[in-house]
Structures are given as structure tokens and as C-alpha cells.
């Protein structure tokens, strides 16, 4: 079956006589056994619910695994798999990651005695030397968010797997439509459902899924322990954005790649960051593991003010944190999502724009993005 069919059509509540077409929200916190010497599949929602099931196993499916878990954040999925490590233990990290990833490895993880090495993760060679005896997970971004760097995701499996550590990969940026990097060795694919899987900006949610049971027999017990599962109305909506990942995943991929040409070509922009570009370094490998470069741009104006006025004068993109969305969403990462880097670890320019593209007319975004970036210019020289 064709991949687009598996995705978009799956069983909504398996085992309901009522056989509905869109899974039940099980609003319950317990479930009544049917005696104290046979007890049934559901006792206690933080430890499994049929809605968040449902999710689990798509989330699984999308990744092409076995397990799926369904979080309350795309940081609690994180924080989930960070506790795989245990204390003496060591993390190999990327340099342009998630602020909220560095700052839970930077200032969490570091006071539980586990030690963490921040690599460019799209230098094997850097990966290579950082790995120590004690090494136990990799975690990388591909491509990296907001600079786009592509990471090697086999050679970086093959190097974690040789000293005995696990490769995860959180796959947020691209989503499992476009890359599945389960199917290139990952051991563990990390994502903020918060941004392509919900797609609405009305639900956040993380998801980890794996297809090693052993992995997968310690993330159920975190989750449970730690009670950092989604709630079953939150993996509704998650299921709801699910069916049309897909979809909006072409259009709103589709619409990038005419933005990007766009501000390659624009006199006022210095730098473009977009795997889809001819000019990208890390183009060829990014589509030897990717079918796509995604809908996520950045762009460098080489002027902080010129990239803040064309920002406030942008009318179809709301200046806006995350991505992923249906609404095309724009932001100053230094200033909003990466602030929670301290500046001496900061990767990324001031100026530097990232742009989420939604599924509005790409026509009326190009138009949008020249006027306010016209509009900028005329006001510094006015
Ligand atoms: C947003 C994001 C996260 C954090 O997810 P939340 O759902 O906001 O908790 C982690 N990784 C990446 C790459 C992200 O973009």
C-alpha cells in the first residue's frame, strides 16, 4: 500500500462495537476492572488510554517502528529520552539545536551529573572525537534548527552503535513524511508534535518512538512513573492533525521552495538557509535521507534593525514562535525560541529570520515577504 494510504487511513477505535470513524475521546482518569483477580487493559490513564493508543500506534507507524509514546510536550519527550542516561553518564549533542533542548541538557541534566559535549553534529569527525568510554546517546537535529545543517544520519548511527551509545534523532523540523530516521539507524526519533504532526497551533505535544524493545519497555515505564503522558482530548487533536500531515506537508513544502528562490534572489537578503537551494553545502546528503527539504527558511539580512522592521511590516506571517503550522508564522530566533541560549553559545546571527510556511497562496507570501521587505528599506533611508 502506497505510503500516503497507510498514513491517512488507519483504525480509529479498534475494538469499538460502534465502529466510529473518528476515535472516542476516553475523557476518564480510571476504568472500572471487571474483578479484583482479572483486571482489564485500561486501570489508570497516566498508565495507558485508548485514545492515546490509537495516537501511539500512528505516531509508530509514521516512523515505521514498533513503539510510539505520546507526551505532554515535544520537551517532555526530550526530557523522557534524556532519562535513558544515567547519572556518570555522556551525551553527545548538537551545536544548533532547540533552545529548550539546550537548556535542558545545559542546566538539567548537567546537575544530575550527566555530562554533556555540544558538537557540530555535521562533522562526523567532531562526533568521533567527542565520544568518550562513558558515552551513551547521541542526540542530533537534522536538518538543524534554525541554520539547517544536515547531519549524516547512518555514518552518525554507525559511530554511536560502535561505542555502545544510541543515536536519536529529533526529527521535528522535517517530520516523518519527509525523513524517517528510524530507517537510517536512528535507535530514537524525538518529536515536538506541537509543530508538523498537530499542524493546527492548537495542541502541544511530543512524541518518541523506537523500534528497539528494550528501549521501548523503559520509555513506557518513564512515562508512566513520571506521569508526562498527553491527555486523551490532546491526542484527539493530534490524531485530528495526523490524517492531514501529508497534505499540508506538500503544500506547505511546495510553497517553500518558491519562497526560498525568491529570497535567494532578493538584493536585500545576504544568506539564505534552505536545503532545497542548489547552493545549500549539505544539499546532496540531505536528499540521500530526506524525500524533501521541508517548509522551514531562514534567511540573513546582514542588519538586525532592517530584519525587525521587515518582521513588523510582514502582514500575511504572524510573528510567531515554533513552525509547522497551517498559518505561516515568522520570528527573530536570537530574540524569541534560541533566547534561552546564552549568547556566548549562541550559532545564530541577530538578524537572522526564520520563516514557517503555511498553506496560504505562495503568490500572496512572496508578495508579502517583498513589500515589507521594501517597506523596511525605505524606512532606514527615510
Ligand atoms: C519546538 C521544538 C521542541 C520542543 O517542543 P515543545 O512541544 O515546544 O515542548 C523540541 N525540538 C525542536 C526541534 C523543536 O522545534
Redesign the pocket.
Known amino acids: 500500500m502506497n505510503r500516503w494510504t497507510q498514513i491517512t487511513t488507519f483504525q480509529a477505535s479498534p475494538g469499538d462495537p460502534h465502529r466510529p470513524n473518528s476515535t472516542p475521546i476516553y475523557q476518564t482518569a480510571t476504568f472500572g476492572q471487571p474483578s479484583v483477580n482479572s483486571l482489564g487493559r485500561y486501570d489508570y490513564s497516566r498508565s495507558g488510554n485508548p485514545t492515546r493508543d490509537v495516537l501511539e500506534s500512528q505516531l509508530a507507524k509514521l516512523e515505521g517502528v514498533a513503539h510510539g509514546f505520546a507526551f505532554a510536550?515535544?520537551?517532555?519527550a526530550?526530557s523522557a529520552t534524556s532519562r535513558v542516561l544515567s547519572c556518570g553518564q555522556h551525551l553527545v549533542a548538537g551545536i544548533d539545536l532547540?533552545g529548550?533542548?539546550h537548556r535542558l541538557l545545559s542546566q538539567i541534566l548537567s546537575r544530575q551529573g550527566i555530562e554533556v559535549s555540544f558538537v557540530d553534529t555535521s562533522d562526523v569527525s567532531a562526533v568521533d572525537k567527542a565520544i568518550k568510554p562513558n558515552t551513551k546517546l547521541v542526540l542530533i537535529?537534522t536538518p538543524s534548527?534554525p541554520l539547517q545543517h544536515i547531519a549524516d544520519i547512518p555514518k552518525l548511527a554507525n559511530l554511536a552503535h560502535q561505542a555502545g551509545a544510541w543515536l536519536a534523532v529529533?526529527n521535528?523540523?522535517l517530520s516523518p513524511w519527509l525523513q524517517q530516521p528510524a530507517q537510517l539507524g536512528a535507535d530514537l526519533v524525538i518529536h515536538?508534535?506541537?509543530?508538523h504532526l498537530g499542524g493546527h497551533s492548537d495542541v502541544?505535544?511530543?512524541a518518541v518512538t523506537t523500534d528497539d524493545p528494550d528501549l521501548a519497555r523503559t520509555l513506557a515505564f518513564i512515562q508512566n512513573a513520571e506521569g508526562t503522558a498527553l491527555s486523551p482530548f490532546d491526542s484527539w487533536l493530534l490524531l485530528r492533525g495526523l490524517q492531514t500531515l501529508p497534505l499540508r506537508i506538500e503544500r506547505q513544502q511546495a510553497s517553500a521552495g518558491h519562497v526560498a528562490a525568491f529570497l535567494a534572489s532578493h538584493p536585500q537578503v545576504k544568506r539564505v538557509h534552505y536545503p532545497g537551494l542548489a547552493t545549500h553545502p549539505g544539499r546532496d546528503l540531505h536528499f540521500s535521507q530526506a524525500s524533501g527539504a521541508g517548509s522551514v527558511i531562514s534567511f540573513e539580512t546582514g542588519n538586525v534593525q532592517l530584519s525587525e522592521r521587515i518582521l513588523s511590516a510582514l502582514q500575511l506571517f504572524t510573528i510567531s514562535v515554533?513552525?509547522g503550522s497551517l498559518h505561516s508564522l515568522a520570528s527573530l530566533p536570537c530574540r524569541m525560541s534560541h533566547a534561552s541560549i546564552p549568547v556566548e553559545s549562541r550559532h545564530v546571527g541577530e538578524d537572522l529570520i526564520r520563516l514557517s510556511i503555511g498553506i496560504e497562496d505562495p503568490g500572496d507570501l512572496i508578495a508579502s515577504l517583498q513589500t515589507a521587505i521594501q517597506r523596511a528599506r525605505l524606512a532606514r533611508s527615510a
Open positions: 510536550s515535544g520537551m517532555a526530550l532547540y529548550g533542548t537535529e534548527n529529533d521535528t523540523l515536538s508534535a506541537t509543530k502541544s505535544a511530543g515554533s513552525f
